[in-house]
């Protein structure tokens, strides 16, 4: 199916998933994921794509107003727009989504349209680490209920999907254990099949909308520019955690300095200092 000298290279890093999906040469695949997603979820299935952008830019107003790019923002024929987003460092994801839904309400809300006919918004985010350390959930949902009766939806308007793929690989760790499960079988090839050739190739028969992912990334990672984007986007991850780690030890060193200024004015034994700084 590929060169199979070519590098592996991660569908959700932002850089690789964007390229997946730029277009609406995806569009099986993108039609697939989403109803898995929306099956998993409990919403109606899409029947149609109508328009697939990657790296779509929000276009803030007002000085000092905050702009945003989206990885991947479909439209279908139901009056849906999704913001797939994928990520594998933590953030401020609530308030970022939050924030990118309302940018694309306000951008796709046409003037003389009835608050009836407001586009639903779903932001579905595909993650590397967990959103909330207190609730083990695959997929955790957010969305605008009343304060007192937290099962009765405000607005259908907006909602976020978290999937968190942490929680997905504790419980499926081969692909007998996603057969199936269209969802399950999305995520596996996300987070395994792209490692394996002959796992891609067999979730590739399974239909058209894999045969059609697997096609795009047979595509993607013989393509040398991207393979160059995604190294110097992984080099620019590393250094900045190296950058956050050498801050931390700093930290920390210069706080047992202190403690240990502020020890031996109290009196303590210098051995007795080293020890407590060696801990």
């Known amino acids: 199916m590929e060169n199979n000298n070519a590098p592996r290279l991660n569908p959700l890093h932002a850089v690789m998933f964007s390229c997946l999906f730029k277009d609406m040469d995806?569009?099986?695949?993108?039609?697939?994921?989403?109803?898995?997603?929306?099956?998993?979820?409990?919403?109606?299935?899409?029947?149609?794509?109508?328009?697939?952008?990657?790296?779509?830019?929000?276009?803030?107003?007002?000085?000092?107003?905050?702009?945003?790019?989206?990885d991947v923002i479909v439209k279908t024929q139901s009056d849906k727009i999704f913001d797939i987003e994928v990520q594998i460092a933590k953030d401020e994801m609530n308030n970022c989504d939050f924030f990118y839904g309302a940018r694309i309400l306000s951008s796709e809300f046409k003037s003389?349209?009835?608050?009836?006919?407001?586009?639903?918004i779903r932001i579905i985010n595909i993650l590397d680490f967990l959103v909330r350390e207190d609730n083990m959930d695959l997929v955790q949902t957010v969305g605008l209920n009343y304060d007192k009766e937290p099962k009765r939806e405000a607005t259908d308007v907006f909602k976020i999907y978290h999937i968190q793929m942490p929680?997905?690989?504790?419980?499926h760790k081969t692909f007998e254990s996603v057969k199936g499960n269209a969802f399950y079988m999305w995520l596996y090839m996300f987070d395994k099949g792209y490692k394996n050739e002959e796992e891609l190739e067999m979730m590739a028969s399974i239909?058209?909308?894999?045969?059609?992912?697997?096609?795009?990334?047979?595509?993607?990672?013989?393509?040398?520019?991207?393979?160059?984007?995604?190294?110097?986007?992984?080099?620019?991850?590393?250094?900045?955690?190296?950058?956050?780690?050498?801050?931390?030890?700093?930290?920390?060193?210069?706080?047992?300095?202190?403690?240990?200024?502020?020890?031996?004015?109290?009196?303590?034994?210098?051995?007795?200092?080293?020890d407590i700084m060696r801990l």
């Open 26 to 70: 995806s569009r099986l695949a993108m039609l697939e994921l989403l109803n898995a997603i929306l099956s998993e979820v409990g919403e109606e299935p899409i029947i149609e794509i109508l328009d697939i952008k990657s790296e779509y830019s929000l276009i803030a107003e007002g000085i000092g107003a905050k702009y945003g790019r989206v």
């Open 112 to 120: 003389g349209q009835k608050y009836s006919e407001m586009p639903k």
């Open 167 to 171: 929680i997905f690989r504790r419980e």
């Open 207 to 274: 239909s058209e909308g894999m045969k059609n992912f697997a096609q795009r990334y047979s595509i993607a990672i013989n393509d040398p520019r991207l393979t160059k984007l995604y190294q110097m986007e992984q080099d620019a991850i590393r250094d900045e955690n190296s950058r956050l780690d050498f801050a931390m030890r700093e930290g920390i060193r210069e706080g047992k300095l202190e403690a240990a200024k502020e020890m031996k004015a109290e009196g303590y034994p210098l051995s007795d200092i080293a």
